[in-house]
């Protein structure tokens, strides 16, 4: 629950030492990211002030008063001219990752989702090059900022698709899973971390209703065993999403013409292996 909302101040008394505990732990793999990409403490910590003032600002207004410097910093700890300054119109830090996944990602979405480019069984038909249920119309139904032919060469090339024999394109994988793009695989760090602890956070701070959030947890195994659950994770995790993200559209489609949509709906699906002492932190 957004202590705004409850009239309380977070800032006041300590934090649980439950919550630190927590933090400590999921910073841990996060330092190891950080510290590989060469992102030290003191950028980090710039970085930090500014995401503290921003989220205060934006998320613990008190109702019918307006946000102060001085009240940024009771919550945050921030200096207050630091608070200031960063306030000041024009200081607002340029957001420096992407707003949308890439265009090769939504339309590998479409493949997977739209109808009219799946087979009876559901899963993603073989399409021509042009011509009506090719992937031209593809992507022109989803973009007509890029040739067809160019993204269709990123894809082969990333092998995500590819051609048959027969002249038909085929699609790889049933996911965009970005190799050796950086830009890609940062956006989807991101993305992807930030609603997952979003939710989590949400669950913990007593958010209603509670946001679905569970994972299995399983130790005592040999390498040969991780292998398999990872197979078996991966095979039934896809089945999952492709048919979610079958329904998403379809639903997208009904609320477009209904005119109600506004909403964003994210499920995702993880897994990690290590150590038994790992703790979590990859090491």
């Known amino acids: 629950m957004d202590p705004a909302t409850k009239g309380t101040d977070p800032a006041v008394g300590g934090p ?6 927590a933090v400590r732990r999921l910073l841990g793999p996060l330092a190891r990211v950080l510290i590989h990409f060469g992102i030290t403490f003191p950028t980090l910590s710039g970085l930090l002030k500014t995401v503290y003032v921003e989220v205060a600002e934006r998320d613990f207004a008190l109702p019918g008063k307006p946000m102060t410097d001085s ?7 921030v200096h207050r001219k630091d608070v200031s300054r960063m306030r000041a119109p024009g200081e607002a830090a340029a957001d420096v990752a992407p707003v949308s996944p890439s265009l090769g990602a939504q339309v590998l979405g479409g493949w997977l989702a739209l109808a009219e480019y799946r087979a009876p069984d559901g899963a993603p038909r073989p399409l021509p090059r042009a011509g009506e249920g090719s992937f031209e119309t593809l992507v022109a139904g989803i973009s007509k900022d ?3 032919r160019a993204l269709l060469d990123e894809l082969l090339h990333a092998g995500l698709v590819r051609e048959r024999a027969d002249g038909l394109l085929e699609l790889v ?4 899973l970005p190799r050796g793009d950086l830009d890609k695989t940062a956006y989807y760090f991101g993305r992807n971390l930030a609603d997952h602890v979003a939710a989590a956070g949400a669950n913990l701070t007593g958010a209603a209703p509670r946001h679905l959030e569970r994972a299995m947890f399983h130790d005592g195994l040999s390498q040969a065993s991780v292998e398999t659950l990872r197979a078996e994770a991966e095979r039934k995790g896809m089945e999952l999403l492709v048919h979610l993200n079958a329904l998403a559209t379809e ?8 005119g109600t949509g506004g909403h964003r709906f994210t499920t995702g699906l993880y897994l ?3 150590p038994d002492d790992s703790g979590g932190t990859g090491s």
């Not at 649980?16 to 505990?21: C, D, H, I, M, N």
């Not at 994988?173 to 965009?176: K, Q, R």
């Open 16 to 21: 649980p030492p439950a919550v630190l505990a």
């Open 71 to 77: 009240r940024v910093t009771l919550l945050t700890g």
């Open 146 to 148: 890029i040739r067809p």
């Open 173 to 176: 994988v049933s996911a965009h």
């Open 251 to 258: 639903l997208a489609t009904r609320d477009a013409r209904a």
């Open 272 to 274: 990690y292996d290590g």
